[in-house]
């Protein structure tokens, strides 16, 4: 894919990811490796709007400050870099304020192995990572701690963040969580989630790496 072409990709999944509810306003942001460079939405640019040279180039590597565009970096550029720079298998990264994913932020609850598909992210469980103020360095380590052998977390009293190694499976996986957050918020209602074995999970894990839909890591 072209670097215009991953410009208008992002652009077009920001649409998608308020058409669908997964996102309100201008919330939510994403990034996407190109090269040694970060392509990142710009900040509080109604997506309607948004056309593909505004989205934001900050290199991956050496001063971030040198970042070319004619907006401002989403507000959220930190942890987007540093996800970038501490985890190379890592093409894309989606953020959002959904809402039963952020619920969950916002009561401090990680989501368990209440459905198989949570072996998508990595292991038995999505962790909350701990508060810190959007933007800040504090907070971009506390995703990363979070996001260790996994894929995926939430942000507390946020929302949560998905990534992937490229920009369609990065989304796919801001859906997958979002849906199992509404499936485990639901299950707590009536009577709480029957919770999957360690043992389950890895026979889970196993079966992905077969089928493909787990990423191997290394
Ligand atoms: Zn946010």
């Not at 308020?18 to 939510?28: I, R, V, Y």
């Not at 090269?35 to 948004?50: D, V």
């Not at 952020?102 to 598909?117: D, E, G, Q």
């Amino acid at each position: 894919m072209s670097e215009l072409e991953l410009r208008q990709a992002i652009i077009d999944q920001c649409r998608a990811m308020n058409a669908s509810g997964l996102n309100q306003g201008t919330s939510g942001n994403i990034s996407v490796r190109h090269g040694g460079r970060m392509l990142i939405t710009p900040s509080a640019i109604p997506y309607a709007g948004m056309t593909p040279e505004m989205i934001v180039s900050m290199p991956i590597e050496g001063d971030a400050s040198k970042w070319e565009g004619p907006k401002k970096p989403s507000v959220e550029w930190p942890f987007h870099l540093d996800i970038l720079r501490a985890r190379p298998e890592i093409g894309a990264v989606v953020h959002t304020h959904s809402t039963f994913a952020t619920i969950l932020a916002i009561a401090r609850k990680p989501i368990p192995a209440c459905h198989y598909m949570i072996a998508a992210f990595g292991g038995h469980d999505v962790r909350v990572c701990d508060y810190a103020r959007y933007g800040s360095k504090e907070l971009s380590e506390n995703v990363i701690k979070a996001l260790e052998e996994r894929s995926a977390c939430l942000i507390a009293n946020h929302g949560m963040i998905a990534t992937g190694p490229s920009l369609d499976k990065a989304m796919w996986a801001a859906v997958e969580l979002e849906t199992i957050a509404r499936q485990y918020y639901h299950s707590l209602l009536i009577g709480g989630p029957v919770i999957l074995s360690e043992e389950e999970i890895a026979g889970v894990l196993q079966g992905f790496a077969s089928y493909g839909l787990q990423e191997k890591r290394s």
